[in-house]
Protein backbone atom coordinates (compact mmCIF):
# COMPACT_ATOMS: atom_id res chain seq x y z
CA UNK A 1 0.00 0.00 0.00
CA UNK A 2 1.06 3.59 -0.80
CA UNK A 3 0.69 6.57 1.11
CA UNK A 4 -1.60 9.07 0.71
CA UNK A 5 1.42 11.27 -0.16
CA UNK A 6 3.44 8.76 -2.28
CA UNK A 7 -0.21 7.92 -4.29
CA UNK A 8 -0.74 11.76 -4.88
CA UNK A 9 2.65 11.97 -5.85
CA UNK A 10 2.40 9.22 -7.98
CA UNK A 11 -0.42 10.53 -9.47
CA UNK A 12 0.19 13.85 -10.48
CA UNK A 13 3.25 12.00 -12.25
CA UNK A 14 1.24 10.14 -14.12
CA UNK A 15 -1.58 12.82 -14.86
CA UNK A 16 1.77 14.83 -16.28
CA UNK A 17 2.75 11.94 -18.41
CA UNK A 18 -0.50 12.29 -20.57
CA UNK A 19 -0.65 14.67 -23.66
CA UNK A 20 -3.22 17.03 -22.00
CA UNK A 21 -5.23 18.14 -24.89
CA UNK A 22 -7.82 20.11 -23.52
CA UNK A 23 -11.06 19.01 -24.85
CA UNK A 24 -10.59 15.43 -23.67
CA UNK A 25 -9.60 17.16 -20.09
CA UNK A 26 -12.77 19.13 -19.96
CA UNK A 27 -14.60 15.48 -20.55
CA UNK A 28 -12.63 14.34 -16.64
CA UNK A 29 -13.19 17.68 -15.00
CA UNK A 30 -17.11 17.20 -15.88
CA UNK A 31 -17.32 13.54 -15.08
CA UNK A 32 -15.78 14.49 -11.62
CA UNK A 33 -17.79 17.37 -11.04
CA UNK A 34 -21.40 15.61 -12.09
CA UNK A 35 -20.05 12.74 -9.61
CA UNK A 36 -19.05 15.25 -6.64
CA UNK A 37 -22.76 17.18 -7.50
CA UNK A 38 -24.51 13.55 -7.39
CA UNK A 39 -23.08 12.97 -4.19
CA UNK A 40 -24.37 16.24 -2.57
CA UNK A 41 -27.70 16.11 -4.12
CA UNK A 42 -28.06 12.26 -2.09
CA UNK A 43 -26.81 13.87 1.00
CA UNK A 44 -29.08 16.96 0.56
CA UNK A 45 -32.60 16.56 3.11
CA UNK A 46 -34.22 17.94 -0.09
CA UNK A 47 -36.19 14.84 -1.57
CA UNK A 48 -36.46 17.06 -4.97
CA UNK A 49 -32.35 16.67 -5.12
CA UNK A 50 -32.49 13.23 -4.97
CA UNK A 51 -33.53 12.97 -8.66
CA UNK A 52 -31.15 15.35 -9.63
CA UNK A 53 -28.79 12.61 -7.87
CA UNK A 54 -29.22 9.89 -10.02
CA UNK A 55 -28.99 11.73 -13.06
CA UNK A 56 -25.63 13.60 -11.62
CA UNK A 57 -23.98 10.11 -10.93
CA UNK A 58 -25.42 8.19 -14.15
CA UNK A 59 -24.06 11.06 -16.15
CA UNK A 60 -20.81 10.78 -14.35
CA UNK A 61 -19.92 7.63 -14.51
CA UNK A 62 -21.08 7.68 -18.45
CA UNK A 63 -18.28 10.73 -19.08
CA UNK A 64 -15.89 8.97 -17.50
CA UNK A 65 -15.93 6.34 -19.89
CA UNK A 66 -16.19 8.71 -22.69
CA UNK A 67 -13.32 10.60 -21.59
CA UNK A 68 -11.38 7.44 -21.80
CA UNK A 69 -12.54 7.17 -25.60
CA UNK A 70 -11.63 10.48 -26.23
CA UNK A 71 -8.21 10.37 -24.61
CA UNK A 72 -7.98 7.02 -27.03
CA UNK A 73 -9.35 8.96 -29.94
CA UNK A 74 -6.16 9.91 -32.74
CA UNK A 75 -5.05 13.75 -32.85
CA UNK A 76 -7.10 15.45 -35.45
CA UNK A 77 -9.14 13.20 -35.06
CA UNK A 78 -12.10 15.42 -33.58
CA UNK A 79 -12.30 12.80 -30.91
CA UNK A 80 -13.40 10.25 -33.48
CA UNK A 81 -13.79 7.51 -30.92
CA UNK A 82 -16.41 9.61 -28.97
CA UNK A 83 -18.59 10.61 -32.16
CA UNK A 84 -22.07 8.74 -32.95
CA UNK A 85 -21.01 9.39 -36.69
CA UNK A 86 -17.36 8.78 -38.20
CA UNK A 87 -16.72 9.36 -41.83
CA UNK A 88 -13.61 8.90 -43.82
CA UNK A 89 -11.26 12.12 -44.98
CA UNK A 90 -8.30 11.71 -47.36
CA UNK A 91 -5.26 12.76 -45.12
CA UNK A 92 -3.26 14.62 -47.88
CA UNK A 93 -0.68 11.92 -47.67
CA UNK A 94 -2.56 9.79 -49.82
CA UNK A 95 -3.95 8.01 -47.22
CA UNK A 96 -7.24 7.79 -44.96
CA UNK A 97 -8.11 9.20 -41.52
CA UNK A 98 -11.56 8.62 -39.89
CA UNK A 99 -13.43 11.69 -38.36
CA UNK A 100 -15.98 12.17 -36.14
CA UNK A 101 -18.83 14.35 -37.14
CA UNK A 102 -21.45 16.45 -35.71
CA UNK A 103 -22.46 16.75 -31.96
CA UNK A 104 -23.83 13.49 -31.18
CA UNK A 105 -21.80 11.59 -28.91
CA UNK A 106 -21.89 7.35 -28.86
CA UNK A 107 -25.17 5.82 -26.76
CA UNK A 108 -23.94 3.08 -24.59
CA UNK A 109 -24.55 0.49 -26.74
CA UNK A 110 -21.52 1.53 -29.11
CA UNK A 111 -19.70 2.81 -26.13
CA UNK A 112 -19.71 -1.00 -24.65
CA UNK A 113 -18.77 -2.42 -28.66
CA UNK A 114 -15.99 0.26 -28.62
CA UNK A 115 -14.45 -0.40 -25.46
CA UNK A 116 -14.35 -4.44 -26.40
CA UNK A 117 -12.64 -4.06 -29.22
CA UNK A 118 -10.16 -1.48 -27.79
CA UNK A 119 -9.80 -3.65 -24.77
CA UNK A 120 -10.96 -1.09 -22.35
CA UNK A 121 -12.54 -3.01 -19.15
CA UNK A 122 -15.75 -2.25 -18.00
CA UNK A 123 -18.25 -3.90 -15.78
CA UNK A 124 -21.04 -3.21 -18.62
CA UNK A 125 -23.73 -5.15 -17.04
CA UNK A 126 -23.73 -2.71 -13.91
CA UNK A 127 -23.59 -0.02 -16.37
CA UNK A 128 -26.62 -0.97 -18.41
CA UNK A 129 -28.04 -1.61 -14.79
CA UNK A 130 -27.71 1.87 -13.37
CA UNK A 131 -29.08 3.26 -16.90
CA UNK A 132 -32.21 1.13 -16.55
CA UNK A 133 -32.65 2.07 -12.96
CA UNK A 134 -32.07 6.13 -14.05
CA UNK A 135 -34.44 6.15 -17.19
CA UNK A 136 -37.26 3.50 -14.02
CA UNK A 137 -36.29 6.52 -11.69
CA UNK A 138 -37.30 9.16 -13.87
CA UNK A 139 -40.39 7.42 -15.08
CA UNK A 140 -41.69 4.98 -12.94
CA UNK A 141 -41.17 6.00 -8.93
CA UNK A 142 -42.44 10.07 -8.45
CA UNK A 143 -42.07 9.45 -4.72
CA UNK A 144 -38.08 8.76 -5.08
CA UNK A 145 -36.59 8.04 -1.27
CA UNK A 146 -32.33 8.10 -0.14
CA UNK A 147 -33.02 4.57 1.06
CA UNK A 148 -34.15 3.49 -2.29
CA UNK A 149 -31.81 5.35 -4.00
CA UNK A 150 -28.95 3.10 -2.09
CA UNK A 151 -29.03 0.28 -4.83
CA UNK A 152 -28.17 2.95 -7.49
CA UNK A 153 -25.05 4.75 -5.46
CA UNK A 154 -23.11 1.44 -4.46
CA UNK A 155 -24.13 0.20 -8.24
CA UNK A 156 -22.36 3.63 -9.54
CA UNK A 157 -19.55 3.48 -6.72
CA UNK A 158 -18.69 0.14 -8.20
CA UNK A 159 -18.57 1.24 -11.44
CA UNK A 160 -16.70 4.95 -10.80
CA UNK A 161 -13.90 3.38 -8.39
CA UNK A 162 -12.84 0.52 -10.62
CA UNK A 163 -12.74 2.49 -13.82
CA UNK A 164 -10.54 5.41 -12.26
CA UNK A 165 -8.30 3.15 -10.73
CA UNK A 166 -7.97 0.62 -13.27
CA UNK A 167 -8.49 2.48 -16.33
CA UNK A 168 -7.20 6.11 -15.44
CA UNK A 169 -4.45 5.51 -12.93
CA UNK A 170 -6.28 7.69 -10.48
CA UNK A 171 -6.42 7.51 -6.88
CA UNK A 172 -10.45 7.90 -6.63
CA UNK A 173 -10.05 9.38 -2.85
CA UNK A 174 -8.04 12.03 -4.13
CA UNK A 175 -9.92 12.82 -7.60
CA UNK A 176 -13.02 12.54 -6.13
CA UNK A 177 -12.12 14.11 -2.49
CA UNK A 178 -12.66 12.79 0.60
CA UNK A 179 -16.27 14.15 1.30
CA UNK A 180 -17.31 12.12 -2.03
CA UNK A 181 -15.51 9.28 -1.36
CA UNK A 182 -16.20 8.79 1.89
CA UNK A 183 -19.96 8.80 1.28
CA UNK A 184 -19.52 6.93 -1.70
CA UNK A 185 -17.62 3.85 0.19
CA UNK A 186 -20.15 4.06 3.60
CA UNK A 187 -23.59 3.72 1.07
CA UNK A 188 -21.65 1.04 -0.69
CA UNK A 189 -20.39 -0.80 2.71
CA UNK A 190 -23.54 -0.43 4.38
CA UNK A 191 -25.82 -1.54 1.26
CA UNK A 192 -23.00 -4.60 0.37
CA UNK A 193 -24.04 -5.58 4.30
CA UNK A 194 -27.68 -5.17 3.67
CA UNK A 195 -27.68 -7.27 0.44
CA UNK A 196 -25.54 -9.87 1.58
CA UNK A 197 -28.11 -10.71 3.99
CA UNK A 198 -30.77 -10.53 1.69
CA UNK A 199 -29.24 -12.87 -0.21
CA UNK A 200 -28.55 -15.10 2.85
CA UNK A 201 -32.12 -15.16 2.95
CA UNK A 202 -33.18 -16.03 -0.39
CA UNK A 203 -30.65 -18.60 -0.30
CA UNK A 204 -31.98 -20.08 1.93
CA UNK A 205 -34.97 -21.50 0.17
CA UNK A 206 -35.89 -24.62 -2.11
CA UNK A 207 -36.81 -22.44 -5.07
CA UNK A 208 -37.05 -25.57 -7.18
CA UNK A 209 -35.11 -23.86 -10.29
CA UNK A 210 -31.69 -22.06 -10.25
CA UNK A 211 -33.61 -19.45 -12.56
CA UNK A 212 -35.50 -18.54 -10.14
CA UNK A 213 -33.07 -17.83 -7.52
CA UNK A 214 -30.90 -16.33 -10.10
CA UNK A 215 -33.75 -13.75 -10.95
CA UNK A 216 -34.79 -13.27 -7.38
CA UNK A 217 -31.24 -12.57 -6.36
CA UNK A 218 -30.75 -9.69 -9.18
CA UNK A 219 -34.97 -8.18 -8.80
CA UNK A 220 -35.13 -4.79 -8.05
CA UNK A 221 -38.47 -4.11 -5.91
CA UNK A 222 -41.25 -2.66 -8.71
CA UNK A 223 -42.31 -0.02 -6.32
CA UNK A 224 -38.95 2.10 -5.88
CA UNK A 225 -35.96 0.21 -7.44
CA UNK A 226 -33.75 -0.88 -4.32
CA UNK A 227 -32.13 -4.08 -5.16
CA UNK A 228 -32.66 -4.93 -1.27
CA UNK A 229 -35.33 -7.54 -1.24
CA UNK A 230 -35.46 -9.58 2.05
CA UNK A 231 -37.15 -12.93 2.93
CA UNK A 232 -39.12 -12.41 6.09
CA UNK A 233 -39.17 -16.46 7.15
CA UNK A 234 -36.05 -17.66 5.73
CA UNK A 235 -36.19 -21.27 5.01
CA UNK A 236 -39.53 -21.53 4.50
CA UNK A 237 -41.62 -23.61 1.81
CA UNK A 238 -41.57 -21.65 -1.20
CA UNK A 239 -45.00 -21.08 -1.58
CA UNK A 240 -44.99 -19.49 1.75
CA UNK A 241 -42.09 -17.76 1.32
CA UNK A 242 -42.67 -13.93 2.62
CA UNK A 243 -40.75 -11.05 0.73
CA UNK A 244 -40.46 -7.42 1.49
CA UNK A 245 -38.48 -4.99 0.00
CA UNK A 246 -36.56 -3.38 2.77
CA UNK A 247 -36.14 0.15 1.28
CA UNK A 248 -39.85 0.66 1.22
CA UNK A 249 -41.46 -2.09 2.68
CA UNK A 250 -43.74 -3.16 0.06
CA UNK A 251 -44.59 -7.13 0.52
CA UNK A 252 -44.55 -9.76 -2.28
CA UNK A 253 -45.98 -13.00 -2.19
CA UNK A 254 -43.91 -16.11 -3.98
CA UNK A 255 -45.90 -15.99 -7.11
CA UNK A 256 -45.84 -12.15 -7.78
CA UNK A 257 -42.43 -11.98 -6.73
CA UNK A 258 -40.87 -14.86 -8.97
CA UNK A 259 -43.03 -13.82 -11.83
CA UNK A 260 -42.09 -10.18 -12.03
CA UNK A 261 -38.28 -11.15 -11.29
CA UNK A 262 -38.73 -13.62 -14.37
CA UNK A 263 -39.91 -10.98 -16.18
CA UNK A 264 -37.46 -8.32 -15.35
CA UNK A 265 -34.34 -10.69 -15.84
CA UNK A 266 -35.91 -12.38 -19.60
CA UNK A 267 -36.99 -8.54 -20.48
CA UNK A 268 -33.45 -8.16 -22.62
CA UNK A 269 -33.90 -11.65 -24.23
CA UNK A 270 -37.44 -10.95 -25.27
CA UNK A 271 -37.08 -7.73 -26.14
CA UNK A 272 -34.36 -8.69 -28.91
CA UNK A 273 -35.68 -12.40 -29.64
CA UNK A 274 -38.75 -10.42 -30.29
CA UNK A 275 -37.89 -8.50 -32.73
CA UNK A 276 -36.25 -11.16 -34.83
CA UNK A 277 -39.42 -12.67 -34.22
CA UNK A 278 -38.11 -15.59 -32.21
CA UNK A 279 -40.27 -16.42 -29.65
CA UNK A 280 -40.23 -14.92 -25.31
CA UNK A 281 -38.26 -16.43 -23.10
CA UNK A 282 -41.59 -17.79 -21.11
CA UNK A 283 -45.14 -18.42 -22.55
CA UNK A 284 -48.58 -17.83 -19.75
CA UNK A 285 -48.19 -21.64 -18.18
CA UNK A 286 -51.91 -23.00 -19.16
CA UNK A 287 -51.67 -24.68 -15.63
CA UNK A 288 -51.17 -21.72 -13.10
CA UNK A 289 -51.48 -19.06 -15.57
CA UNK A 290 -48.39 -17.31 -14.52
CA UNK A 291 -46.06 -15.74 -17.31
CA UNK A 292 -43.80 -18.59 -16.36
CA UNK A 293 -43.73 -21.20 -18.71
CA UNK A 294 -39.97 -21.78 -19.85
CA UNK A 295 -39.83 -22.51 -23.17
CA UNK A 296 -36.33 -23.86 -23.55
CA UNK A 297 -36.52 -25.61 -20.17
CA UNK A 298 -40.25 -27.17 -20.57
CA UNK A 299 -41.45 -26.45 -17.63
CA UNK A 300 -43.03 -23.63 -15.54
CA UNK A 301 -40.70 -22.66 -13.34
CA UNK A 302 -43.23 -21.50 -10.40
CA UNK A 303 -45.75 -24.52 -10.17
CA UNK A 304 -43.45 -27.09 -12.40
CA UNK A 305 -45.81 -28.49 -14.65
CA UNK A 306 -44.72 -29.50 -17.75
CA UNK A 307 -47.07 -29.51 -21.24
CA UNK A 308 -47.13 -31.38 -24.35
CA UNK A 309 -45.13 -29.39 -27.01
CA UNK A 310 -45.96 -31.62 -30.07
CA UNK A 311 -49.53 -31.84 -31.03
CA UNK A 312 -51.40 -35.17 -30.48
CA UNK A 313 -53.50 -35.08 -33.51
CA UNK A 314 -50.64 -33.69 -36.32
CA UNK A 315 -47.88 -34.48 -34.53
CA UNK A 316 -46.46 -30.78 -35.36
CA UNK A 317 -44.62 -29.35 -32.59
CA UNK A 318 -47.05 -26.58 -31.13
CA UNK A 319 -46.29 -23.07 -31.59
CA UNK A 320 -45.07 -20.88 -28.11
CA UNK A 321 -48.26 -18.46 -29.08
CA UNK A 322 -50.93 -21.83 -29.05
CA UNK A 323 -49.59 -23.92 -25.76
CA UNK A 324 -52.57 -24.22 -23.73
CA UNK A 325 -52.23 -27.33 -22.31
CA UNK A 326 -54.76 -29.09 -24.46
CA UNK A 327 -52.37 -31.10 -26.67
CA UNK A 328 -53.40 -30.03 -29.74
CA UNK A 329 -51.89 -26.97 -32.11
CA UNK A 330 -54.45 -24.12 -32.70
CA UNK A 331 -55.20 -25.33 -36.34
CA UNK A 332 -56.00 -28.90 -34.90
CA UNK A 333 -57.95 -27.59 -32.24
CA UNK A 334 -59.83 -25.14 -34.69
CA UNK A 335 -60.68 -27.91 -36.90
CA UNK A 336 -61.83 -30.18 -33.99
CA UNK A 337 -64.17 -27.33 -33.28
CA UNK A 338 -65.96 -26.88 -36.71
CA UNK A 339 -66.17 -31.31 -36.84
CA UNK A 340 -68.87 -30.61 -33.69
ZN1 LIG B 1 -39.26 -0.96 -2.55
ZN1 LIG C 1 -47.24 -22.93 -13.91
ZN1 LIG D 1 -52.00 -30.15 -34.83
Given at each position: ????????????????????????????????????????????????????????????????????LA??S???TDEALLKERVL??????????WKGKGRKTV???S??????????????????????????????????????????????????????????????????????????????????????????????????????????????????????????????????????????????????????????????????????????????????????????????????????????????????????????????????????
Amino acid sequence: MLSRREARRLNGALLRQRPVREEYMSIHKNAIDSIILGVEDYNSTDPRRLLSATRNLVAGTMLLIKHKLASLSPPGTDEALLKERVLPEMDGKGGIKWKGKGRKTVDVQSMEDRCKSLGIDVDWQRVRKIVAHRNDIEHYFPSLTQNALRTLVADSFIIIRDFLRTQLNEDPLIVLGAPTWTTLTGVADVYKKEKDECLANIASINWDFSTVQDAMEDWQCPKCGSGLIDVLNPKSDKWDAHLQCRACGTEYDFETAAEAALGDANASHDYYSIKEGGDPATVICPECTHDTYDLEADHCLICGESVERSCKQCGERIPASELDGSGYCGYCNHMMSKDD
